[in-house]
């Protein structure tokens, strides 16, 4: 079992930048793929950014240039770097992860992304 906790979500300008925060606890952390997903208002959840415990990472197109994905495993901690934010970037974004070799997935409560003039 993992608990997850984001933060770092607010107001941001277009072409500005906000950095998120997961932390999870309760588990081996190491041994977790990490995801951001977003969902906005009238759009399905969508897969952001993904990083294996050994630092594999992918992107979505949308995201690719602007967005970077890391992990501080000794802080069982993920990040997400947003760069350039578009307004089409406003979302929940949520933290999730995924025990290797298990169907479980665990969800963070999510937070809020708003880009706006």
């Known amino acids: 079992q993992v608990q997850l906790v984001e933060s770092g979500g607010g107001l941001v300008q277009p072409g500005g930048s906000l950095k998120l925060s997961c932390a999870a606890s309760g588990s081996i952390f190491s041994l977790y793929v990490m995801g951001w997903y977003r969902q906005a208002p009238g759009k399905q959840r969508e897969l952001v950014a993904a990083i294996t415990g050994a630092g594999t990472t992918n992107l979505a197109d949308s995201v690719k240039g602007r967005f970077t994905i890391s992990r501080d495993n000794a802080k069982n901690t993920v990040y997400l770097q947003m760069n350039s934010l578009k307004p089409e970037d406003t979302a929940v974004y949520y933290c999730?992860?995924?025990?290797?070799?298990?169907?479980?997935?665990?969800w963070g409560q999510g937070t809020q992304v708003t880009v706006s003039s």
């Open positions: 999730n992860a995924g025990p290797v070799r298990s169907p479980a997935r665990y």
